[in-house]
């Protein structure tokens, strides 16, 4: 079963490696880029709450989760975006793959632990412009912060959870600037370069009570302090020439100093709560914010923006018809649904830079014990068309495996 499943998830990463991309919004040119992770595709076909946790599945948004799983659980997530940028005057289109998230949790008694790798935030973008006299801007980007984490979370009793997760953050960001001016024989290029690294840690808390035989209350807690992320930046100026296959080739280049930065990255509570009957059905609500108010850019000065606490509603649940059916293979399928609206904390040209998205999915049961295959679907909007701004609108298709394998059994002697 473990070869198995090891072998799934090496041909998922290499073959999704090919068209890691991240993102293609011209947003994520700020900071550290646009937050890519918002939950596996079970919690994002629910509007991205963080506040469910079972046996069998990986919650990767609270550590307390991992006090309740049974089974050893591996998960792995991909996802395919496709994106329309609008602006006043035109609009283009674009699409992308990436890998989303790989995670492994195993249960040890009243402990659980887990471990993986998150694409936390993605840079992606490639821009032109040109003047009334004919001179060409090219602005591209790429790169993203990604996180290793480990975690472990503890059931204290039948009604709490805790939990713990340390991450180490890191990754490039490579922007790169174009000029090109059909009355000079030479073209201009400046590469801006940061290596970003840092750690962080997240406290988590689940509590559940039976309010009778079939109603449920679960709520959620989760805090995130405050971490300095360094930034050590490079800067490069060159001469060039671009060939009509777009090959650069370098007449002349230099190294400007540039300073190295420490950001902050922000803090962050959410928290939440929801009703249900267990393995029947939920509906619950979360809100969450961002402590935004002192992050800065990695190396470069943007008079026109600024950022600004942030904060996140959502609102979602899930429907399973009936779990242990032995006629019907729909009624074991879990149907989810959400949306969520979130105020990003980015202002350009004085104007909030907000992000909505309505979800639904499904997780269809696989193989032995209770394996799963989760899709998930999206449509949201980002930005706006007024204030010389661009909107997106974008369609996200997501698909995961949660694969339950059971390490550690009792031995039984007759």
Known sequence: MIKKILVVILVIVTSISYAQEGTTSPYSFYGIGLQKFKGTIENRSMGGLSILSDSI?????????????????????????????????????????????????????????????????????????????????????????????VAAGFKVNENFSVG????????????????????????????????LSGVSMSFGLNYKKMLNNKLEL???????PSFNLSSANSRELATITIGSNGQEAVIDRQEIEIADRNLDLPAEL??????????????????????????????????????????????????????????????RVVYRAGFRYEETGLNIN???????????????????????ANLGFEYGQRGKTDFGLVREDFFNFSISLSLNDQWFRKIKFN
């Open 164 to 195: 713990l997760d340390f991450n180490y953050n890191f990754g490039n960001i490579e922007n790169k600037a174009i000029f090109r001016d059909p009355n000079s024989q030479f073209d201009t290029r400046e590469i801006t370069d940061s290596n």
């Open 270 to 331: 959410k928290f939440g709560s929801g009703i249900g009957d267990p393995k029947k059905w939920f509906v619950g609500a979360e809100y969450v914010y961002k402590d935004n108010g002192d992050f800065t850019n990695r190396s470069f000065t943007n008079d026109n923006v600024s950022y600004k606490n942030a904060s996140e509603f959502k609102l979602g649940g899930y429907y399973l018809p009936k779990y242990n059916s032995l006629t019907s293979y729909f009624k």
């Open 218 to 224: 679960i709520a959620s807690l989760v805090s995130t």
């Open 350 to 372: 004085g104007q909030s830079i907000d992000e909505f998205g309505i979800s639904f999915g499904v997780g269809l049961p696989v193989g032995n014990l209770f394996s799963n």
């Open 57 to 149: 599945h990986l919650n990767l948004q609270n550590p307390s989760a991992y006090g309740e799983l049974r089974l050893t659980t591996y998960t792995v997530g991909v996802s395919y975006s496709s994106i329309a940028i609008n602006n006043e005057a035109s609009k283009s289109y674009t699409d992308n793959a990436t890998l989303d998230y790989l995670a492994i949790g195993i249960p040890a008694g009243k402990f659980g632990f887990g471990f993986g790798v998150i694409p936390f935030t993605s840079v992606g973008y490639d821009l032109n412009s040109f003047d009334e006299n004919g001179a060409e801007r090219r602005f591209s980007g790429n790169g993203g912060l990604n996180k290793v984490f």
